[in-house]
């Protein structure tokens, strides 16, 4: 069974600093792109950064700048660096996973085969 468990979500104040952890299991994603996604109340799910197995990276324009991606094949995980985190950026925040092999980073949430259950982050003004 494949699971992609989420940590580290939290209340902090605007312009602090938050890091995700998604940990997959039930198989390597080694090959795969994963991305991180945020749903917003009252709001469609969003994507909000993604990276492919080879190290290339892609984010929304909101968070260019203030968020990084990265990943450990080794440990089948990736990671989401918050920093000058903004009340906007209040929602839930899922990890994903695509289940096919390529390296096309694709910012709709169909094309992304497994789901985390999802970390909460609030951040304060």
């Known amino acids: 069974q494949v699971q992609l468990v989420e940590s580290g979500g939290g209340l902090v104040q605007a312009g602090g600093s938050l890091r995700l952890s998604c940990a997959a299991s039930?198989?390597?994603?080694?090959?795969?792109?994963m991305g991180w996604f945020r749903q917003a109340p009252g709001k469609e799910r969003e994507f909000v950064a993604g990276i492919n197995w080879s190290g290339s990276t892609s984010y929304v324009d909101s968070v260019k700048g203030r968020f990084t991606i990265s990943r450990d094949n080794a440990k089948n995980t990736v990671s989401l660096q918050m920093n000058s985190l903004k009340p906007e950026d209040t929602a839930v925040y899922y990890c994903?996973?695509?289940?096919?092999?390529?390296?096309?980073?694709?910012?709709?949430?169909?094309?992304?085969?497994?789901w985390g259950q999802g970390t909460q982050v609030t951040v304060s003004s």
């Open positions: 039930g198989r390597t994603f080694s090959r795969s792109v």
């Open positions: 994903a996973a695509d289940g096919g092999l390529s390296l096309k980073i694709r910012v709709g949430a169909p094309f992304y085969d497994y």
